[in-house]
């Protein structure tokens, strides 16, 4: 049983390239998750540079609807998540649990509204920046140096208020900081990997590790080859491990997940796809791990914040 906290495969639904419901290409599929024992799957709402200054927020609604039509359709597979009893009722009645998140705050267009209407259809997650500026601070790969703007600490404050997780994935380091010291709950890195092990800009550093685990967050191991090993060409399931095992070794067992980035990402030669992950979770047997911090890993420090954050 696992969640992995992130995919962008709502980007092929949206486009008519793919069904969730339906066995295909990409990295998964309902029935793949399903074989391979996912407790629950965090789809991405991503907005391609095209749609960014003129209609993020449409586009973002396109995918959210493309996400229940695919729940509607899939004889009750897919089951949306939207609190601690929706995953508690999953692992108990069956299916895959899907919970909606939005990756980049463009997706917002300046508003607060906006933000409050994304959570009423389901949104329960928002990666503050994709790599390039926005409205709310600068990701890794626009960096001015500065951290987040007077709207993006009232976009924090609001996601508080309203019981939403506050995702610090592709946020430069200034704007990192500057969310540990405005959220008033867990903050967690749904799909990063560490610094020390693949010097990649996109990594964290340990003190960055650290400030998650002090908040009470986790961070999903991200499986795109060039954020796990410096030499891209030889990365495997392994770093997956060696990534894992250097956070639990800066922060601790409690603040370690999954967030595969699937579908969004170049993965290590020996992966295909969400039928890896069994081969993953013995790779962390075969590695010493006890079953107890295996279900850690693999699912309950991503349930702890869930029931902390959206109660």
């Known amino acids: 049983m696992y ?3 992130h995919c962008d495969s709502l980007m092929g639904v949206v486009n008519g390239d793919r069904r969730l419901i339906e066995r295909g290409e990409g990295h998964l599929d309902l029935p793949r998750l399903k074989e391979a024992g996912a407790l629950m799957q965090v789809f991405a709402c ?73 959570y009423r259809l389901g949104v329960r997650a928002i990666t503050l920046t994709w790599s390039r500026r926005n409205e709310l601070g600068d990701g890794v790969g626009e960096d001015s140096g500065s951290g987040l703007t007077e709207f993006g ?4 404050k609001e996601m508080n208020r309203l019981g939403m997780i506050v995702d610090v994935s592709h946020l430069n380091e200034k704007g990192f900081w500057d969310v540990i010291d405005a959220c ?4 967690i890195a749904s799909h990063s990997d560490c610094k020390a ?8 550093t340990d003190e960055q590790i650290r400030a998650i685990a002090d908040a009470d967050g986790v961070i999903g191991i991200n499986f795109y080859a060039g954020f796990l090993n410096d030499d891209e060409g030889q990365a495997g399931m392994q770093d997956i491990v060696r990534h894992i095992d250097h956070i639990a070794d800066v922060a601790g067992i ?13 993965l290590p030669g ?9 081969a993953i979770l013995h790779s962390l047997l075969d590695n010493g791990y006890g079953k107890d911090d295996v279900d850690k890993i693999s699912y309950k420090n991503w349930e702890r914040v869930i029931k902390r954050v959206l109660g």
Do not use: Q, W
């Not at 600490?153 to 924090?156: A, G, K, L, Q």
């Not at 008033?184 to 903050?187: I, L, T």
């Open 270 to 278: 020996d992966m295909s796809g969400a039928e890896n992950m069994p």
């Open 153 to 156: 600490r009232n976009v924090v």
């Open 46 to 118: 991503f907005v391609d540079d095209e749609y960014v200054k003129k209609e993020a927020a449409n586009r973002t609604l396109a995918m959210i609807d493309s996400f229940y039509k695919e729940a509607g359709n899939s004889g009750g597979l897919l089951r949306p998540v939207l609190s601690y009893d929706d995953l508690a009722a999953v692992k108990a009645g069956g299916g895959v649990g899907g919970m909606l998140s939005i990756e980049g705050g463009e997706s917002l267009e300046g508003s607060l509204y906006i933000l409050r209407s994304f």
């Open 254 to 266: 409690d603040h370690v997940g999954f967030g595969s980035d699937f579908d969004g990402c170049h």
């Open 184 to 187: 008033g709950a867990p903050v």
């Open 197 to 204: 092990l693949c010097s990649n800009k996109r990594n964290l």
């Open 3 to 5: 969640i992995d906290f």
